[in-house]
């Protein structure tokens, strides 16, 4: 499974951003994807996840911020994220997790996002 992320870049605190992520290869294999963060000098963190059947989680310090959802006939999940905060500053990964396994055995390469006046 080959995992290529988009849509990274700088924005202004309050202001929104759209990161998409376009998945090939093995997909039937594959049950939830996801994004998560890491921030320089800190652990990779889960951002949101999304299952094959929509079900979604995200961890508590963007509910209501940032929205997961994926289009399956595009292989496609996106991250809309709003109200940005600059601590949301951090490279951003794609990540998929194969049906049977508990966590994500595929990465995307990343994407910067800066949240910055």
């Known amino acids: 499974v080959q995992l290529v992320e988009s849509g990274g870049g700088l924005v202004q605190p309050g202001g929104s951003l759209r990161l998409s992520c376009a998945a090939s290869?093995?997909?039937?294999?594959?049950?939830?994807m996801g994004w998560y963060r890491q921030a320089p000098g800190k652990r990779r963190e889960l951002v949101a996840t999304?299952?094959?059947?929509?079900?979604?989680n995200y961890a508590d310090s963007v509910k209501g911020r940032f929205t997961i959802s994926r289009d399956n006939a595009k292989n496609t999940v996106y991250l809309q994220m709003a109200s940005l905060k600059p601590e949301d500053t951090a490279v951003y990964y794609c990540?998929?997790?194969?049906?049977?396994?508990?966590?994500?055995?595929?990465w995307g390469q990343g994407t910067q996002v800066t949240v910055s006046s």
């Open positions: 990540s998929a997790q194969p049906f049977f396994q508990l966590s994500p055995a595929y």
């Open positions: 290869g093995s997909i039937f294999s594959i049950n939830a």
């Open positions: 999304i299952t094959n059947g929509g079900t979604t």
